[in-house]
Nanobody, 121 residues
């Protein structure tokens, strides 16, 4: 059993910053890629950023240069630093991790419960 718990969402004014955190816990043998997604009302869930254990990253064009993903492998935690926030960044943000579970030969695609980010004046 693996759990991902996000924190750090909230209300911020346009141009402001927020930092999201997502900690994985449970019967974890190891974690491969970790990422952040978001879903706005009436829209599909989109990938924002992804980071591999060695630190290589990819970003969606919509957040490139404004958002930074990072991870602490020792803490099984991934972060998303969000700067220069815009109203269109308003959405529920989800973290995702590809996890190797203790005692299982199969990987697990785990998701957090989501955290709401609202960008408004």
């Amino acid at each position: 059993q693996v759990q991902l718990v996000e924190s750090g969402g909230g209300l911020v004014q346009p141009g402001g910053s927020l930092r999201l955190s997502c900690a994985a816990s449970g019967s974890i043998f190891g974690i491969n890629a970790m990422g952040w997604y978001r879903q706005a009302p009436g829209k599909q869930r989109d990938l924002l950023a992804r980071i591999r254990p060695g630190g290589s990253t990819i970003y969606a064009d919509s957040v490139k240069g404004r958002f930074t993903i990072s991870r602490d492998n020792a803490k099984n935690t991934v972060y998303l630093q969000m700067n220069s926030l815009k109203p269109e960044d308003t959405a529920i943000y989800y973290c995702n991790a590809n996890v190797w579970v203790v005692g299982s030969p199969n990987g697990l695609d785990a998701w957090g419960q989501g955290t709401l980010v609202t960008v408004s004046s």
